[in-house]
Nanobody, 124 residues
Framework: QVQLVESGGGLVQAGGSLRLSCTAS????????MAWFRQAPGKERDFVAR????????YYADSVKGRFTISRDNAKNMVYLQMNSLKPEDTAVYYC?????????????????WGQGTQVTVSS
């Protein structure tokens, strides 16, 4: 099974910024809609952001809208999540996901491939 690889997580103070990156060595990400999900301890894995294959369409959870930006560079086989104005409630493991099926973009079942996750911790 193909596994995506996330990077860029870390510890940041409230109000700060981080940029997460996602790639895969054996998968052409331009063939897939991409998404970011996050999971805090004891919580469900929740949708964060989605970007279409050609980057024409993006979707965001209400909790991050206006603060986070999903983008992609298909030539580099990369997907990004720019996170600004971070809040302690953004603390979670962030996962990159890829899927080529038509489905509900905020469901985990829409996506076939996942990364291992990268920890984001926002201190107050």
């Amino acid at each position: 099974q193909v596994q995506l690889v996330e990077s860029g997580g870390g510890l940041v103070q409230a109000g700060g910024s981080l940029r997460l990156s996602c790639t895969a060595s054996d998968l052409t990400l331009s063939n897939y809609g991409m998404a970011w999900f996050r999971q805090a301890p004891g919580k469900e894995r929740d949708f964060v952001a989605r970007i279409s294959r050609g980057a024409t369409f993006t979707y965001y959870a209400d909790s991050v809208k206006g603060r986070f930006t999903i983008s992609r560079d298909n030539a580099k086989n990369m997907v990004y999540l720019q996170m600004n104005s971070l809040k302690p409630e953004d603390t979670a493991v962030y996962y990159c996901a890829a899927g080529d099926r038509t489905g509900t973009y905020y469901y985990t079942s829409t996506y076939d491939y996942w990364g291992q996750g990268t920890q984001v911790t926002v201190s107050s």
